[in-house]
């Protein structure tokens, strides 16, 4: 199965002091569209982690690690800000839209959070992003789709001809100035700058 082009993320909750005393206590654990904050905040508990890895939980420790994930996340994010990657989940077909976001913009630029509390939102440039993303699954695609833009843009009339006068190579180049575009596990992600 290809987890990357699925609906959903991976992380690994481990123990820290565990980790430091030598012993991998971890698990893995899914997110996805539907998981809840509660759900997550448990996923994050310390003693929820020892029963899932099945280590005694001997070692005292409090703190939480992510040893691992699948999204190129950091070791120590918060159960609100992994909740934050479900609302992003909610606006796109699978997490590959996320991957292709980021291959373009900063980490984190997916999400921003609010002066006056702690609650992660999805920034209104995800958002944007979401709505007018494009796939294709090659560049002749993206070509048509660039061509079809223009001669929409200028109102070409086919009948007479004239795209036979028309310097496609160059209307392509031009049109992309107006747009990202990045390839992820074989697609090509295509959106109009932000
Ligand atoms: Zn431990």
């Known amino acids: 199965m290809d987890t990357k082009t699925d609906n959903y993320i991976e992380i690994c909750p481990g123990c820290l002091a565990c980790y430091n005393q030598g012993r991998l206590t971890f698990y893995w ?3 996805t569209k539907d998981t809840t904050l509660k759900q997550i905040e448990q996923a994050l508990d310390i003693e929820e982690i020892h029963r899932k890895a099945k280590t005694p939980y001997a070692c005292g420790g409090d703190e939480v690690h992510i040893q691992d994930n699948d999204f190129c996340g950091g070791e120590y994010m918060s159960a609100k800000e992994l909740f934050g990657y479900v609302q992003l989940l909610k606006l796109i077909p699978n997490f590959d839209y996320v991957r292709a976001f980021k291959n373009i913009y900063l980490m984190e630029d997916e999400f921003y959070y609010p002066e006056g509390n702690h609650e992660v939102e999805v920034s209104s440039m995800f958002k ?7 796939v294709f699954d090659s560049q002749n695609d993206v070509d ?3 061509d079809d833009t223009f001669t929409e843009i200028n109102n070409i009339d086919y009948s007479k001809n004239v795209h036979n006068y028309i310097d496609w190579e160059k209307v392509r180049r031009d049109l992309m100035y107006d747009y990202k575009k990045t390839e992820v596990n074989s697609k090509i992600y295509l959106w109009r700058e932000i």
């Open 128 to 134: 944007e992003y979401a709505e007018s993303v494009q």
């Open 29 to 31: 654990f899914r997110i």
């Open 144 to 146: 048509i789709y660039l």
